[in-house]
């Protein structure tokens, strides 16, 4: 059994600095690196994607509306030409650190509000996809597991990571509770390593209302700006090898 676990990373910006990534980085397998449009800029990009590499953590591009000041979480209305051409931008930001440093951009998961827009827009994941295959058709496209985007991508012929989030509690459809909603955020690391070792071995986990809801696992997010991202990341990787499993880039198993 292998699974992916996963980081947004690379979302300082100029002299603001946000998350732990040199020590987060010691227990990911994947890096979501910020292009620069919710956080990120060119200085971030290159450090990030330079310090994935000496630490052997693959790299993904981390998309988001063009909202710096909202940190890419406020909806914006777009067309399909702009979601495609917004995603193809910014994926071609973060491979030009990619290539100077030498490595491969392994997948593409979008941020924030256009990744919760996608998830239910069909016209949206479909232009999200668009973008990516418009640059490599062989990145991975990574999004929540039992979405509609899972279901779209495979339509389009894309490889696609089904995610789950460590530290986030779920709606009885399988859809993320809101963070301005009371639980929507869990910050036990007991209770979370609990939680992935069941989504990985029982295949699901416990909607916010007690409702079981079945999930396919390639990938596992924890967030990179939680203050206690560190000793999260270190649980839940002791967890998983404790049960077995393989912690793995998802670029070694998803076909």
């Not at 790299?59 to 909806?75: E, N, T």
């Not at 992935?196 to 007690?210: L, Q």
């Amino acid at each position: 059994m292998r699974v992916d676990l996963n980081s947004d990373l690379g979302e300082s910006f100029g002299r603001y600095r946000l998350g732990l990534d040199e020590r987060v980085m010691e227990y990911i397998t994947s890096a979501n690196v910020a292009t620069g449009w919710h956080a990120g800029d060119p200085l971030v990009m290159r450090k990030t994607v330079r310090l994935a590499k000496e630490r052997g953590v693959a790299v993904g591009a981390h998309p988001g509306y063009p909202d710096l000041l909202g940190f890419g979480r406020r909806y914006m209305k777009l067309t399909p030409e702009e979601a495609r051409n917004y995603v193809l931008y910014q994926i071609g930001a973060l491979y030009a650190f990619t290539k100077a440093e030498g490595i491969k951009l392994q997948h593409v998961k979008p941020h924030g509000a256009l990744y919760n827009a996608l998830v239910r827009g069909e016209e949206l994941a479909r232009a999200v996809i668009e973008g990516i295959t418009d640059f490599d058709r062989n990145l991975i496209f990574v999004t929540l597991s039992g979405s509609k985007a899972v279901e779209i991508a495979g339509e389009m012929g894309v490889r696609v990571a089904h995610e789950v989030f460590a530290d986030r509690a779920y709606n009885p459809d399988g859809t993320l509770v809101s963070r301005s909603k009371p639980g929507a955020v869990i910050e036990d690391k007991e209770e979370i390593a609990e939680r992935v070792v069941s989504m990985v071995k029982d295949g699901g986990v416990k909607a916010i209302n007690g409702e079981w809801i079945d999930l396919k696992v390639d990938t596992i997010c924890v967030h990179g700006d939680n203050p206690r991202a560190v000793e999260i990341a270190a649980r839940v990787r002791k967890a998983l090898e404790e049960e077995g499993v393989k912690v793995v880039a998802m670029g070694g198993f998803i076909g």
